[in-house]
T-cell receptor, first 115, second 115 residues
Framework: EAGVVQSPRYKIIEKKQPVAFWCNPI?????LYWYRQNLGQGPELLIR????????DSQLPKDRFSAERLKGVDSTLKIQPAELGDSAVYLC?????????????FGAGTRLSVL | AQKITQTQPGMFVQEKEAVTLDCTYD???????LFWYKQPSSGEMIFLIY??????QNATEGRYSLNFQKARKSANLVISASQLGDSAMYFC????????????FGTGTSLTVIP
């Protein structure tokens, strides 16, 4: 079974440029998460989807960040315009609802550097 | 207040020895789940072990075991017979039933296995 796939793995952009990250979750997983992980810290949730509905986006900086999950499968996270402080690793995870353990499985992440 | 506290920024262990990574959590929920993830330098978060709040037995997965002390709100990870490949960041996480599927992560512990 394929795991969570993210692309690109690395992205270097200049500030004020737009950037987009893509995530393909594990087949059949209803719940999809986007996290941001700053250096030396744990992941922080940006947004959580249940199927195609964003059920928790309280930590998403909505002035510059946007996300979508069309058809309840793949998801895209966009930053426009990027700022220096956005440099981080962006992690996508998915989980299957209605399981006792509800384990999140993560992709390899996208490492963003804003210059 | 921090939901998950990992007080050991860095740990060293001799190869083939056992090591304990500390984790304490804060919740008023009766129903919750505790998780440990490993993050090697490649960046992917790898699920290691799960403990449910109602599980009476401590969880074990191969060389990993979770020392669950509910009254103390601690969920320490024990790695037995350490291997060089165990060198990585380790994150403790919690999911509370009343917040749906939201996860809280600690700041992580960096483990280095010495040959």
């Amino acid at each position: 079974e394929a795991g969570v796939v993210q692309s690109p793995r690395y992205k270097i952009i200049e500030k004020k440029q737009p950037v987009a990250f893509w995530c393909n979750p594990i087949s059949g997983h209803n719940t999809l998460y986007w996290y941001r992980q700053n250096l030396g810290q744990g992941p922080e949730l940006l947004i959580r989807y249940e199927n195609e509905e964003a059920v928790d986006d309280s930590q998403l900086p909505k002035d510059r960040f946007s996300a979508e999950r069309l058809k309840g499968v793949d998801s895209t996270l966009k930053i426009q315009p990027a700022e220096l402080g956005d440099s981080a690793v962006y992690l996508c995870a998915s989980s299957a609802r209605n399981t006792r353990r509800n384990i999140q499985y993560f992709g390899a992440g996208t490492r963003l550097s804003v210059l | 207040a921090q939901k998950i506290t990992q007080t050991q920024p860095g740990m060293f262990v001799q190869e083939k020895e056992a090591v304990t990574l500390d984790c304490t959590y804060d919740t008023s929920d009766q129903s919750y789940g505790l998780f440990w993830y490993k993050q090697p330098s490649s960046g992917e978060m790898i699920f290691l072990i799960y403990q449910g709040s109602y599980d009476e037995q401590n969880a074990t997965e191969g060389r990993y075991s979770l020392n669950f002390q509910k009254a103390r709100k601690s969920a320490n990870l024990v790695i037995s017979a350490s291997q060089l490949g165990d060198s990585a960041m380790y994150f403790c996480a919690m999911r509370e039933a009343n917040t749906g599927n939201q996860f809280y992560f600690g700041t992580g512990t960096s483990l280095t296995v010495i040959p």
